[in-house]
C-alpha cells in the first residue's frame, strides 16, 4: 500500500459518518489538486468532501514557545541578581488567550518589561497588557528559580480559535479547486473536520459566530460518536 492508498483510507475512515448518511461510496481522489473524496452522484450532484484533523498540538508547540521565554526569563534576571531562590506564579490577562493570541518573538520584550516593573522595580508598570499579576515566594529548598503560569493549556472541550484555523486553511485550497477545468464538474463541497478522541472536544451543540463566512456549502464535526453539521 503507497502513501497515496493510506491516505485515501484514512480520509474515508473520517468521513466515514457522512458518507453513509449520504448513502453512496466515493471515488478515490487522483490527483493533488482535487478535493480528498469525491462523491460521484447524490441526488444528480457531484460533491467533493476535504477532511482535515482538529489538533492543538500547534498550540502545544507555542505553549513550550512561552515557557521558553520564561525560563530565560529567570536565568537572566533572578539567578544573577540573587542568591535567593523564587517560585513566580504569573497571572495574565483573563482577555489573552494563551498562548494562541501571542506572537512570542514580538512579545518578549514587552512581557520581560512587565514581569520587570511586577518583580524588580518599586512602581508598577500602567496599562500591561500581558500580565495582571505575579505572586513571588521565597523557595530555599529550590536548586533554581521558577515560574508557573496559570495558564497551562489543556483543552477539555472545543476550541473555537483552533477549529476556524482548520476551516480557513481548507478555504484557501477551495479556491483553488474552483478555478481548474478537471473540478468543473463538482456541483458542491463539504468540508469534514475530524475530532480524534484525545482531544475530548464537546462537538454537541457548537454553533459557528454569525460573522462567519465560508464556501463549503456544508462544515461537519464529527468524532468516533457523533456528528454535528454547522453549516
Known amino acids: 500500500m503507497n502513501k497515496r492508498d493510506i491516505k485515501h483510507r484514512d480520509e474515508l ?27 460521484p452522484s447524490v441526488d444528480n450532484r457531484k460533491i467533493g468532501i476535504e477532511v482535515v484533523t482538529y489538533s492543538t498540538q500547534i498550540y502545544e508547540q507555542s505553549e513550550n514557545a512561552l515557557y ?22 504569573i497571572y495574565f490577562i483573563d482577555d489573552v488567550n494563551i498562548p494562541i493570541d501571542i506572537n512570542y518573538k514580538k512579545a518578549k520584550k514587552q512581557i520581560y518589561t512587565e514581569l520587570d516593573s511586577l518583580l524588580l522595580s518599586p512602581q508598577p508598570l500602567i496599562n500591561r497588557q500581558y500580565i495582571e499579576d505575579v505572586i ?5 529548598g529550590a536548586t533554581h528559580s521558577f515560574i ?22 481548507k478555504e484557501r485550497k477551495l479556491k483553488k479547486y474552483k478555478t481548474l477545468q478537471k473540478n468543473s464538474t ?8 475530524f475530532f480524534p478522541i484525545d482531544e475530548h472536544a464537546e462537538l454537541r451543540g457548537y454553533t459557528l459566530p454569525n460573522s462567519f463566512k465560508t464556501e463549503y456549502n456544508r462544515i461537519y464535526l464529527v468524532d468516533d460518536f457523533y456528528t454535528n453539521q454547522i453549516v
Request: aromatic content about 8%.
Open 186 to 193: 463538482i456541483q458542491e463541497y463539504y468540508l469534514v473536520i
Open 13 to 39: 475512515y473520517k468521513a466515514s459518518a457522512i458518507i453513509s448518511q449520504l448513502g453512496f461510496v466515493p471515488d478515490k481522489s487522483m490527483c493533488d489538486d482535487c478535493p480528498d473524496l469525491i462523491l
Open 136 to 140: 513571588k515566594m521565597e523557595n530555599p
Open 68 to 89: 521558553k521565554i520564561l525560563d530565560e526569563y529567570v536565568k537572566n534576571k533572578l539567578d544573577k541578581t540573587s542568591e535567593k531562590r523564587y517560585e513566580i506564579s
Open 148 to 169: 508557573s503560569c496559570d495558564k497551562v493549556v489543556v483543552y477539555e472541550t472545543l476550541n473555537e480559535q483552533v477549529l476556524l484555523d482548520c476551516i480557513n486553511h
